[in-house]
């Protein structure tokens, strides 16, 4: 079984010899990749020097590194993690044979955090907020849905239309999991603070808005009854607010004198009508899409169940 470490990388001097040396230590047998996003350090001079294989990815975005480390590396199972020494590189072993022996496409290493400078309240806080919308709005049972460390099948690399530009990444992941059903699982591993004492390179709002905005555009794309079902039923319900008093004037005095409120009530009334409409087509279009989806992951060979480790 051909297993590939994926380390994307940017300005990580510091930190990435370490990491690459702990994931070689965790994982003799795998290729380490290091995908050196635009750094203006020694990251690839150092992470070569322990060993690494390095590949440059001149695009800057985390998520840029990792498509094209999916497009270009080939492996039977795809370790992911950052290269800043926060993840628990000895704990790989172990999410690689649960992958294998469950026959998973994904395995998450949910943060515990083992220092409290590893993870800022506001990031522990947004995280929180993120996976439990996202549980509510795709019916997932994710806990950690930004965490950056995960082992993937081949399956699941080679499915996936990864279209983020940054840290939406792991959102993607997560959502491709979940809309295609796929066999997932969240497996508690150590996170912490960064040797060099630096900080994450995470924008708690500026990433945080991305994040949200790529949410509301999976919802919309992959779930668009439920957005075109709330507008519509707002709609109809602004319209019935207007038009109600109208009505009961109608009723009792047989005139109707607020005809520009009567027109903005209709107006409203055929919107909802047409975002109605809107939500049934989309949605159609939508099943269409995961169904066709569903078909390239299918048509992937899945791994060999006799290549699980003991």
Request: aromatic share 10%; with cysteine.
């Amino acid at each position: 079984m051909r297993v590939a470490v994926i380390l994307p990388c940017h300005n990580e001097a510091a930190s990435i010899r370490t990491t690459v040396e702990a994931f070689r230590a965790a994982l003799p047998d795998a290729a380490v990749y290091v995908f050196d996003n635009a750094s203006t350090d020694d990251t690839a001079v150092r992470a070569a020097s322990a060993g690494a294989i390095v590949r440059s990815e001149p695009a800057k975005g985390k998520a840029n590194a990792v498509r094209r480390a999916f497009a270009d590396v080939e492996a039977d199972v795809y370790v992911m993690a950052d290269g800043d020494d926060t993840y628990d590189a000895s704990a790989a072993p172990a999410l690689v044979a649960r992958l294998a022996r469950e026959r998973l496409d994904m395995v998450v290493g949910a943060r515990a955090h083992v220092a409290a400078a590893a993870y800022r309240p506001g990031h522990v806080f947004g995280n929180r907020a993120f996976s439990a919308l996202f549980r509510g709005l795709f019916g997932a049972t994710f806990t950690d849905i930004l965490s950056g460390y995960r082992v993937l099948s081949r399956r699941f690399v080679k499915s996936f239309p990864l279209s983020a530009g940054g840290f939406e990444i792991e959102l993607e992941m997560a959502a491709h999991a979940a809309l295609l059903r796929l066999p997932a699982v969240e497996v508690e591993t150590a996170y912490r603070a960064r040797d060099d004492g630096g900080a994450s390179k995470l924008r708690t709002f500026r990433d945080g808005a991305a994040i949200f905005r790529r949410m509301l555009r999976f919802l919309r794309l992959h779930r668009p009854r439920l957005v075109y079902g709330a507008l519509s039923g707002l709609s109809l319900t602004v319209a019935a607010l207007l038009f109600a008093p109208i009505l009961a004037e109608f009723l009792s005095t047989g005139l109707v004198p607020r005809f520009p409120t009567l027109i903005v009530a209709v107006a409203i009334g055929l919107a909802s009508v047409i975002f109605f409409v809107v939500g049934i087509i989309l949605d159609a279009q939508a099943q269409y899409f995961a169904e066709t989806k569903r078909l390239v992951y299918l048509g992937i060979p899945g791994p060999d169940a006799g290549e699980a480790p003991e």
